[in-house]
């Protein structure tokens, strides 16, 4: 059962004001349907739009954020956001894993590709079950999902992994895809000498 929703997203706004109209959706869509926001706890770029319309709609909001990205990533909504300060940015990311029941990547940078990969990787690995997705708005990951079928296709990326990862351009039908997700058999990797 899915109650909350870790959404990995750009410190910055993008060059589109769709990427923040999208960012602005998800808060809202998240909230209305009784989900909690988990982010990276920061008040700029699509995290902060992210959080404010979470915020706005009435949605139960929790940020991480290592400390020493406080200063680059501002601190906001102290008082109605469950804010939690670490020391790093793999116990970041360990935290949010572990506050969420599913991941969603919107459009950012380097670092929101490393935490959903990541994401993916430990499902990929059995370390966890839960759903992931892209919201691909206005076909930002397009290039990245056709490199995905060409890791696929030259052998490197099993299909039943490429296929634990939704893309959605619409965010209620990714949502919905959360909704009915059952995760793949996971195929452990025996040692031949235990074998």
């Not at 909350?4 to 990427?19: A, D, H, M």
């Not at 956001?81 to 950012?108: N, T, Y």
């Amino acid at each position: 059962m899915i109650r909350t929703v870790c959404v990995f997203c750009g410190s910055s706004l993008g060059s589109k004001p769709i990427y923040a109209e999208a960012a602005q959706a998800l808060g809202r869509l998240l909230a209305n349907r009784g989900l909690g926001l988990v982010y990276g706890g920061g008040d700029v770029g699509l995290m902060g739009v992210l959080a404010d319309a979470a915020l706005s709609a009435g949605g139960a909001v929790t940020g991480v954020i290592p400390e020493a990205l406080m200063r680059f990533e501002g601190v906001g909504h102290l008082d109605p956001v469950k804010l939690h300060v670490v020391g790093s940015m793999h116990e970041r990311k360990a935290l949010m894993a572990e506050l969420a029941d599913a991941f969603i990547a919107l459009p950012g940078g380097i670092g929101t590709m490393e935490e959903l990969f990541e994401a993916w990787t430990w499902s990929q690995l059995g370390l966890h079950a839960k759903p992931l997705g892209f919201l691909d708005v206005g076909g930002y990951y397009g290039h990245l999902h056709a490199f995905l079928d060409h890791m696929a296709g030259e052998g490197f990326l099993r299909a039943r992994h490429r296929e634990m990862v939704a893309v959605e351009s619409d965010p209620a039908r990714l949502l919905d895809r959360f909704a009915a997700y059952r995760p793949p058999e996971v195929v452990r990797v025996i040692d031949r000498d235990t074998a």
